[in-house]
């Protein structure tokens, strides 16, 4: 049985994709619809492959989605006997789920069925959902009999006279056989000749042998020879079988004089046979995967005698090819063989044992080592079936035993990575940069040496390399230890007078904390920033003052740092904004004795004596543009910053906004907005005074007096408004126009209409499509439509003049329809049988489409393209098959369409076994229509006609002479329509 219908997902997994809008995961807070029911069936179509008779089973999963129950009903679109489905109605919860069950049994006639179920529910937002079950019904498969072929020849009788023989077999099947004859559909099976004296007046006719046995089989033809002799009594040959073991037979073939050929089975046989030289050849025997040979023999039969022959069979013998590998060239492996009768060998290279009884043999690996390498076997012990005349190989694969190493690393600061290098055998090297444990090395010497590491000012120093022999299984230790370096600060001080003396203080790394009065050298420091942090020093009257300093110590390096005193003054910081771009102020600062600076910007004054400064700017003109600040007076105080702020604003200025256009009481609807979020609304011609000088939009609404509306002749417009002066801004308001929309139905994509519009004051304007016509003259307007054709189709125009009244700023729309001068189409269905009724769907323009099964001459169709499609269609074991046909429907007129059935290729895979590595099969296909096809080695070969094909297999011969036939030469295969055949080329050796 074939499922054809998607994989079915877990139900509350696939009910969680849905909710989540079928995306592969949820964001916390995605919203689920909870506003009605919503249906979901995650597969609609379905399709299985049965036998007749055969049934199955399966499932639809129905989905709520939403947030309320779902009630739903199901019902089938035909009466379909050969469906039942389960429930037929039934609820499901919010974000539920439910199984929709049902069951469908082959019908009795072979062929094609499909069912419509249709699911009903009060999902608002959906109809009903549609689902698909379909059928394909194959014959139910028959058992094929195993025949055979066998040839019966009857010698010696005169013509007219009938031997006496009975051919008995299988299943009490008995006939006589009247003379030489071919039987060609015989069962497979054991089959018995026996022979009868007759007479011919005083001539006695005796026939040879009298009793003869054989085998019909389906891989080669039967044969058998009766001799009748009048001159001499027959001989008798009595053939003895030795050396095969009990519940196995023989298979001897016996030919001798005259052209006597017999096979035989089992172990002991008697034969009347006529005088002459005879050869028992016997053929290998297989018995419970062990083989037996034989050599053949050969004895003369004298009439009225008793020959004897014996035919002793011996085991054929098996190899064992044990590989050794894995180990170098000095090292020698430890394996050992042991097998039937005691046999056990060992082994420490790779060896073929020779001449080997057939059983179970056992090859077991053991360790090999040295002092410091051990290599072990992947797989200890394996059994192996040594089997008659075949070669088996043990592979034996050693690997080297790794061993460890475990390495220390110790002395670096947290987070520092060392520099460690390991070098080892095979050129073996990796590097370190923390304690690590290295696996799976190879034994051996392995030297470990490690450099400085520096790390900003710290320096660590390596300690001497190492050397560490690794063994097999073991792990070894190895430690490194780095020491950090120190360094020296030099300090030294000056700005100060004699006799003052420096109060320092040195800080560093390692709580490290120390006083200095003046300069010195600060020595086995450990790496790293110090700060010094000097105090102020009063000296007589004066006051001195220093800056905290910072040094680095680097590990190996004398630092140098100075701590420079200098005596306490004031500051002025003056701070300028308000400048405009590419404009310089001028800004004097003047204080007590007779002090006077001029500046253009912010500036910090150093070293001024502590009194009481006045700080005057001057105005700054830009263009139109004036900007001013007001002067200022600031007190400097002994070693302290004194600020203040100096900020330029512009002088302001006015605009003027006038407002036309607009009948008397109407009022405007104009917005002015400008710098620091200025906005004034307006409704006439106002001036606006007192503002910031700039850039202002004036922006401008239109507004309406019923019917009419009246616009700006500027939406907006940008204004600069200059200090100390008055702008100027202007709207003039307008009468606003109309619009209409002339909109089109009835035409296929890319037609033309032919609509004329006429209007006030001469208007006239032709329009072929969908369209919008804007900035209209108020008044009435006449929309007159007219024929059109398109691709041998032609419409009429349906809609009569149309008048519309337009006011001002209005917007309107007609619609013109147009209806089609139909044509006819008339469908042909060619190649099928007589009486056949495929599914045929033709589809055209608006959604048109119908399903046929006949011959049909279709009216009143849309003109334009037509598409006919075909499903597949099955007469017999024959499948046909439509390709897509399309054609143009025109007015007015009948147009023709034929589809076209054809019958589906087959094909045929052939297996071809029983040939040696290298050598090529010689297969011939040979096909209905005389067409030849050839095979070396398994193929397929496709795209077959339909009918029966000769598969004839001519015998062939290896590098070494031996000859191999085919077990059936000549087979005969019946290919049918889309299906695929099989057949078995069998070779063996002669």
Same mark, same amino acid.
């Given at each position: 049985?074939?499922?054809?219908?998607?994989?079915? *997902?877990?139900?509350?997994?696939?009910?969680?994709? *849905?909710?989540?809008?079928?995306?592969?995961?949820?964001?916390?807070?995605?919203?689920?619809?909870?506003?009605?029911?919503?249906?979901?069936?995650?597969?609609?179509?379905?399709?299985?492959?049965?036998?007749?008779?055969?049934?199955?089973?399966?499932?639809?999963?129905?989905?709520?989605?939403?947030?309320?129950?779902?009630?739903?009903?199901?019902?089938?679109?035909?009466?379909?006997?050969?469906?039942?489905?389960?429930?037929?109605?039934?609820?499901?919860?919010?974000?539920?789920?439910?199984?929709?069950?049902?069951?469908?049994?082959?019908?009795?006639?072979?062929?094609?069925?499909?069912?419509?179920?249709?699911?009903?529910?009060?999902?608002?937002?959906?109809?009903?959902?549609?689902?698909?079950?379909?059928?394909?019904?194959?014959?139910?498969?028959?058992?094929?009999?195993?025949?055979?072929?066998?040839?019966?020849?009857?010698?010696?009788?005169?013509?007219?006279?009938?031997?006496?023989?009975?051919?008995?077999?299988?299943?009490?099947?008995?006939?006589?056989?009247?003379?030489?004859?071919? =039987?060609?559909?015989?069962?497979?099976?054991?089959?018995?000749?026996?022979?009868?004296?007759?007479?011919?007046?005083?001539?006695?006719?005796?026939?040879?042998?009298?009793?003869?046995?054989?085998?019909?089989?389906?891989?080669?033809?039967?044969?058998?020879?009766?001799?009748?002799?009048?001159?001499?009594?027959?001989?008798?040959?009595?053939?003895?079988?030795?050396?095969?073991?009990?519940?196995?037979?023989?298979?001897?073939?016996?030919?001798?004089?005259?052209?006597?050929?017999?096979?035989?089975?089992?172990?002991?046989?008697?034969?009347?046979?006529?005088?002459?030289?005879?050869?028992?050849?016997?053929?290998?025997?297989?018995?419970?995967?062990?083989?037996?040979?034989?050599?053949?023999?050969?004895?003369?039969?004298?009439?009225?005698?008793?020959?004897?022959?014996?035919?002793?069979?011996?085991?054929?013998?098996?190899?064992?090819?044990?590989?050794?590998?894995?180990?170098?060239?000095?090292?020698?492996?430890?394996?050992?063989?042991?097998?039937?009768?005691?046999?056990?060998?060992?082994?420490?290279?790779?060896?073929?044992?020779?001449?080997?009884?057939?059983?179970?043999?056992?090859?077991?690996?053991?360790?090999?080592?040295?002092?410091?390498?051990?290599?072990?076997?992947?797989?200890?012990?394996?059994? =192996?079936?040594?089997?008659?005349?075949?070669?088996?190989?043990?592979?034996?694969?050693?690997?080297?035993?790794?061993?460890?190493?475990?390495?220390?690393?110790?002395?670096?600061?947290?987070?520092?990575?060392?520099?460690?290098?390991?070098?080892?055998?095979?050129?073996?090297?990796?590097?370190?940069?923390?304690?690590?444990?290295?696996?799976?090395?190879?034994?051996?010497?392995?030297?470990?040496?490690?450099?400085?590491?520096?790390?900003?000012?710290?320096?660590?120093?390596?300690?001497?390399?190492?050397?560490?022999?690794?063994?097999?299984?073991?792990?070894?230790?190895?430690?490194?230890?780095?020491?950090?370096?120190?360094?020296?600060?030099?300090?030294?001080?000056?700005?100060?007078?004699?006799?003052?003396?420096?109060?320092?203080?040195?800080?560093?790394?390692?709580?490290?904390?120390?006083?200095?009065?003046?300069?010195?050298?600060?020595?086995?420091?450990?790496?790293? %920033?110090?700060?010094?942090?000097?105090?102020?020093?009063?000296?007589?009257?004066?006051?001195?003052?220093?800056?905290?300093?910072?040094?680095?110590?680097?590990?190996?390096?004398?630092?140098?740092?100075?701590?420079?005193?200098?005596?306490?003054?004031?500051?002025?910081?003056?701070?300028?904004?308000?400048?405009?771009?590419?404009?310089?102020?001028?800004?004097?600062?003047?204080?007590?004795?007779?002090?006077?600076?001029?500046?253009?910007?912010?500036?910090?004054?150093?070293?001024?004596?502590?009194?009481?400064?006045?700080?005057?700017?001057?105005?700054?003109?830009?263009?139109?543009?004036?900007?001013?600040?007001?002067?200022?007076?600031?007190?400097?105080?002994?070693?302290?910053?004194?600020?203040?702020?100096?900020?330029?604003?512009?002088?302001?200025?006015?605009?003027?906004?006038?407002?036309?256009?607009?009948?008397?009481?109407?009022?405007?609807?104009?917005?002015?907005?400008?710098?620091?979020?200025?906005?004034?609304?307006?409704?006439?011609?106002?001036?606006?005074?007192?503002?910031?000088?700039?850039?202002?939009?004036?922006?401008?609404?239109?507004?309406?007096?019923?019917?009419?509306?009246?616009?700006?002749?500027?939406?907006?417009?940008?204004?600069?408004?200059?200090?100390?002066?008055?702008?100027?801004?202007?709207?003039?308001?307008?009468?606003?126009?109309?619009?209409?929309?002339?909109?089109?139905?009835?035409?296929?994509?890319?037609?033309?209409?032919?609509?004329?519009?006429?209007?006030?004051?001469?208007?006239?304007?032709? %329009?072929?499509?969908?369209?919008?016509?804007?900035?209209?003259?108020?008044?009435?307007?006449?929309?007159?439509?007219?024929?059109?054709?398109?691709?041998?189709?032609?419409?009429?125009?349906?809609?009569?003049?149309?008048?519309?009244?337009?006011?001002?700023?209005?917007?309107?729309?007609?619609?013109?329809?147009?209806?089609?001068?139909?044509?006819?189409?008339?469908?042909?269905?060619?190649?099928?049988?007589?009486?056949?009724?495929?599914?045929?769907?033709?589809?055209?323009?608006?959604?048109?489409?119908?399903?046929?099964?006949?011959?049909?001459?279709?009216?009143?169709?849309?003109?334009?393209?037509?598409?006919?499609?075909?499903?597949?269609?099955?007469?017999?074991?024959?499948?046909?098959?439509?390709?897509? %046909?399309?054609?143009?429907?025109?007015?007015?007129?009948?147009?023709?369409?034929?589809? %076209?059935?054809?019958?589906?290729?087959?094909?045929?895979?052939?297996?071809?076994?029983?040939?040696?590595?290298?050598?090529?099969?010689?297969?011939?296909?040979?096909?209905?229509?005389?067409?030849?096809?050839?095979?070396?080695?398994?193929?397929?070969?496709?795209?077959?006609?339909?009918?029966?094909?000769?598969? *004839?297999?001519?015998?062939?011969?290896?590098?070494?002479? *031996?000859?191999?036939?085919?077990?059936?030469?000549?087979?005969?295969?019946?290919?049918?329509?889309?299906?695929?055949?099989?057949? =078995?080329?069998?070779?063996?050796?002669?």
């Amino acid at each position: 049985m074939r499922f054809l219908a998607a994989a079915q *997902i877990l139900p509350s997994l696939l009910l969680a994709l *849905i909710l989540c809008g079928l995306s592969i995961g949820c964001d916390e807070g995605d919203p689920i619809d909870d506003s009605g029911p919503s249906l979901f069936i995650d597969d609609t179509d379905v399709e299985f492959s049965l036998e007749v008779g055969e049934s199955v089973e399966a499932s639809f999963q129905m989905y709520n989605t939403g947030g309320q129950t779902l009630n739903f009903e199901v019902e089938t679109e035909a009466d379909s006997q050969w469906i039942t489905v389960s429930p037929t109605e039934g609820v499901i919860g919010a974000r539920m789920s439910r199984t929709l069950n049902y069951k469908a049994v082959c019908p009795s006639d072979a062929g094609r069925y499909a069912v419509k179920l249709i699911v009903s529910s009060n999902d608002a937002s959906k109809g009903p959902v549609e689902l698909f079950v379909r059928l394909d019904c194959e014959p139910a498969y028959v058992e094929p009999i195993d025949v055979g072929t066998l040839e019966v020849a009857i010698l010696g009788l005169p013509e007219g006279l009938a031997p006496d023989v009975l051919l008995e077999g299988p299943d009490s099947f008995a006939t006589a056989i009247a003379g030489s004859m071919v =039987f060609d559909a015989l069962p497979t099976g054991a089959y018995v000749l026996t022979a009868s004296v007759v007479t011919d007046g005083d001539v006695v006719y005796t026939p040879q042998p009298s009793l003869f046995s054989l085998e019909v089989s389906t891989e080669e033809i039967a044969r058998a020879h009766i001799t009748y002799t009048t001159d001499e009594l027959p001989g008798v040959l009595e053939i003895e079988v030795f050396g095969l073991p009990a519940g196995s037979e023989a298979n001897l073939m016996v030919m001798g004089n005259p052209e006597f050929t017999a096979e035989l089975r089992g172990t002991s046989f008697r034969l009347e046979l006529a005088a002459g030289a005879y050869t028992v050849t016997p053929t290998p025997v297989t018995f419970q995967n062990i083989t037996y040979t034989a050599s053949e023999a050969t004895v003369a039969i004298t009439a009225g005698e008793t020959a004897e022959a014996f035919i002793t069979y011996s085991v054929y013998h098996g190899e064992l090819v044990v590989e050794i590998s894995g180990l170098p060239t000095d090292f020698e492996g430890a394996v050992t063989v042991t097998g039937p009768d005691n046999f056990s060998v060992e082994l420490t290279a790779t060896t073929t044992l020779e001449r080997l009884e057939p059983g179970s043999y056992t090859v077991t690996a053991s360790e090999v080592d040295d002092a410091i390498t051990t290599y072990r076997p992947l797989n200890a012990s394996a059994v =192996f079936e040594v089997l008659s005349g075949t070669t088996d190989t043990a592979v034996v694969d050693y690997r080297l035993l790794p061993g460890a190493l475990a390495l220390t690393i110790s002395g670096l600061a947290s987070g520092l990575d060392a520099s460690v290098s390991i070098v080892g055998p095979n050129g073996f090297s990796v590097s370190a940069t923390a304690s690590r444990t290295l696996e799976f090395l190879l034994p051996g010497v392995y030297t470990i040496s490690s450099m400085n590491v520096t790390s900003g000012l710290s320096t660590y120093l390596a300690s001497a390399a190492i050397e560490v022999t690794v063994r097999s299984t073991q792990s070894e230790d190895a430690a490194l230890v780095y020491t950090l370096q120190t360094g020296s600060l030099a300090v030294a001080i000056a700005g100060l007078p004699d006799g003052a003396q420096a109060s320092v203080l040195v800080t560093g790394p390692g709580a490290f904390e120390q006083s200095l009065t003046s300069g010195q050298t600060l020595t086995q420091l450990l790496p790293g %920033v110090y700060t010094l942090t000097p105090s102020n020093v009063e000296h007589g009257a004066l006051s001195f003052k220093a800056a905290t300093a910072t040094a680095s110590v680097s590990s190996g390096q004398l630092a140098q740092s100075q701590i420079n005193y200098s005596q306490i003054v004031g500051q002025l910081r003056v701070n300028v904004s308000g400048v405009p771009t590419n404009k310089t102020a001028q800004i004097v600062v003047t204080g007590a004795n007779n002090y006077q600076q001029v500046i253009s910007q912010s500036v910090t004054i150093n070293n001024l004596i502590p009194g009481t400064f006045t700080v005057t700017p001057n105005n700054i003109v830009d263009g139109t543009v004036i900007y001013r600040s007001a002067p200022q007076e600031v007190v400097v105080v002994d070693g302290q910053l004194a600020q203040l702020h100096v900020v330029y604003a512009a002088a302001k200025g006015s605009l003027q906004v006038a407002i036309t256009g607009l009948p008397a009481g109407l009022e405007a609807d104009v917005v002015v907005n400008g710098p620091n979020a200025f906005e004034a609304q307006l409704t006439a011609s106002a001036t606006l005074a007192d503002l910031v000088p700039g850039q202002y939009l004036v922006t401008a609404q239109a507004v309406s007096a019923d019917p009419n509306n009246f616009v700006p002749s500027a939406f907006s417009s940008l204004v600069t408004v200059q200090s100390e002066s008055v702008a100027q801004a202007a709207i003039a308001y307008s009468l606003q126009g109309a619009s209409l929309t002339i909109n089109f139905a009835g035409l296929p994509p890319g037609a033309a209409g032919d609509v004329v519009v006429t209007g006030p004051n001469g208007y006239i304007q032709a %329009v072929v499509t969908t369209s919008t016509l804007n900035n209209l003259a108020p008044g009435e307007y006449t929309i007159d439509s007219f024929d059109t054709a398109f691709e041998g189709g032609e419409f009429v125009a349906a809609t009569a003049p149309i008048n519309r009244l337009l006011t001002s700023g209005t917007s309107k729309s007609v619609l013109i329809t147009y209806e089609p001068v139909v044509g006819n189409l008339q469908v042909s269905i060619v190649g099928l049988p007589t009486g056949s009724a495929p599914k045929v769907y033709l589809h055209g323009p608006h959604d048109y489409a119908v399903e046929l099964s006949a011959d049909e001459t279709l009216e009143g169709l849309v003109p334009g393209r037509y598409t006919l499609t075909a499903d597949l269609f099955s007469v017999g074991p024959d499948i046909y098959f439509a390709e897509l %046909v399309e054609v143009d429907v025109v007015s007015d007129d009948t147009v023709e369409a034929d589809l %076209v059935f054809e019958p589906m290729p087959g094909s045929l895979d052939i297996s071809i076994f029983g040939l040696p590595d290298g050598v090529q099969a010689n297969v011939q296909i040979v096909g209905p229509g005389g067409d030849v096809s050839y095979l070396s080695e398994t193929g397929s070969i496709e795209e077959l006609a339909i009918g029966g094909y000769n598969i *004839i297999a001519a015998e062939v011969m290896d590098q070494g002479g *031996i000859v191999y036939r085919a077990m059936e030469d000549n087979q005969f295969v019946e290919i049918y329509s889309g299906q695929r055949a099989s057949a =078995f080329v069998s070779y063996m050796a002669q």
